[in-house]
Structure formats: C-alpha cells, structure tokens
C-alpha cells in the first residue's frame, strides 16, 4: 500500500500541468486613452468557424466593457487575431510600422514581418492606422491543445471554457499599464 501511495503522489507531482501562459508587449509611446473605437482587419483564424465567433465574441465584449466602440470600418484600431489548433503557423502582418527597434517597443518592427503562432496559441494584436504600427500584441498559449473531431459544434463547446478564460485574461490587460 506504501509503494502504491508512493507511486501516485511521484505521478501527480511529475504530470505536466498545461496552464495557460498570457504574455503582452505593446507600444510604450502609444497613447491608449485617445483608442476609442476598433475595426476588425483580417489575421489567421480558426478553421472552425464556431471557435472563431467565440473569440469575435469574447473580444468585442471586452473591448465594449473598456468604453471602445466597434465600427465597421475606419476604427481607431484595427483588431486582428491568429490561431494555431493543430500546427504552429507563420503570420505575416501587412505592417507593423517602425514606432521603434523590438527591443524597445517588444512589438516585431517591419512590414510584413513573420511571426510564428506555436500549436495551441492565440494572438490578438491591435493595430493603429493612425501611427502605421501594431500598437497592442497579446499571446495565450497553452489555450487550444485538442485535436478536431470533424464535429465542429462538439469542438467549439470542448474549448469554448478555456478559450474566453484565455481572451478575458489577455484583455484585462488592456489597456496596459505604463
């Protein structure tokens, strides 16, 4: 009875834990309070449809209960998200401006830079057309490790927990403090 008491506590102090991990860089010159109103632009969704709403979802709820205001086009910010379910993905941004080296602003610099989306991640990042810079880039990982069924309701209902948990964190860090 010991060994098997000894076994189970070895196996739950070594199992993984998958929590999921936010990190957020954004723009230390960018004005944030003067972002009134966000524009959805085009990123990397999810295949499932279903899952994609989620996030449109989650997002806009949140943007909405920090005083922004969606506008179909022309907002103060353009909000994109990329997703990567299965495999790790490369996203290029149309641009991302030159508000400062990486090193300063921890937001990639350069048009159309690539950057990867390892498995199991969402990115939300939001630009300023404004200052021609990704202003706001927000990571979850660990948040969409599961293997698609072929049953896309059964699919969104599996993650769907996980994945507003995951966009409520990363948008409660915005906006950022400075």
Known sequence: MKHLLLLLTL??????????????????????????????????PPTNPLINQIIIDTVEQSLAAKGLTKVNDGGDLLISVAVAIMYDIQVAQQSRGNTG???????PTGAGQPFDVRKGSLVVDMESPALKSIVWHGLASDTLRYEP?????????KVEGRLRKAVYKLMDKYPPAK
Do not use: E, H
């Not at 102090?13 to 003067?34: H, R």
């Not at 080296?101 to 921890?106: A, E, L, N, Y």
């Open 11 to 44: 196996f739950v102090f070594t199992t993984p834990v998958l929590a999921q991990k936010i990190k957020i860089n954004f723009d230390k010159n960018a004005d944030f309070s003067k972002f009134k109103t966000y524009s959805w632009t085009r990123g990397a």
């Open 101 to 107: 080296s990486d090193i300063q602003t921890g937001i």
């Open 149 to 157: 069924s072929g049953d896309m309701q059964k699919d969104a209902k």
